[in-house]
Nanobody
Framework: QVQLVESGGGSVQAGGSLRLSCAAS????????MGWFRQAPGKGREGVAF???????RYADSVKGRFTISKDNAKNTLYLQMNSLKPEDTALYYC????????????WGQGTQVTVAS
C-alpha cells in the first residue's frame, strides 16, 4: 500500500516558478515508479512527468525544458520543479505511484492546485 500527500501548489505570475512535493509512505519506495499528472478545468487528466525506480525520467512535450522531476529516496519524497510557468499550466496536479512491474497507476494523492496568472 502506498499513501501520497502533495504540497507546494499555489498562485504565481506567468514566468514564475513553483516546486511541488509528494511525500510517500511505502515500504518499497525506492522500487516504485512515480509520476505527476494534471487536470485542467474541463479537460482530461494528462501525464506530465515520470520517474522510474532507476531514476530515468520522461516528460510531456508541453513541459520539456521547463519542468524537472526528481525524487529523494532517503526522504521518500517526489518533487516537480516547475519553471517558466505559463497560464496553460494552470491545473490540479496529482502525484501517482505504481509498482514498476505492474501497469496502471493505482495510488494517487489528493492533488494540489497550481494557478498561473497572465
Amino acid at each position: 500500500q502506498v499513501q501520497l500527500v502533495e504540497s507546494g501548489g499555489g498562485s504565481v505570475q506567468a514566468g514564475g516558478s513553483l516546486r511541488l512535493s509528494c511525500a510517500a509512505s511505502a515500504d518499497t519506495y525506492s522500487t516504485i515508479c512515480m509520476g505527476w499528472f494534471r487536470q485542467a478545468p474541463g479537460k482530461g487528466r494528462e501525464g506530465v512527468a515520470f520517474i522510474d525506480s532507476d531514476g530515468s525520467t520522461r516528460y510531456a512535450d508541453s513541459v520539456k525544458g521547463r519542468f524537472t522531476i526528481s525524487k529523494d529516496n532517503a526522504k521518500n519524497t517526489l518533487y516537480l520543479q516547475m519553471n517558466s510557468l505559463k497560464p496553460e499550466d494552470t491545473a490540479l496536479y496529482y502525484c501517482a505511484a505504481r509498482l514498476c512491474v505492474i501497469g496502471g497507476w493505482p495510488y494517487w494523492g489528493q492533488g494540489t492546485q497550481v494557478t498561473v496568472a497572465s
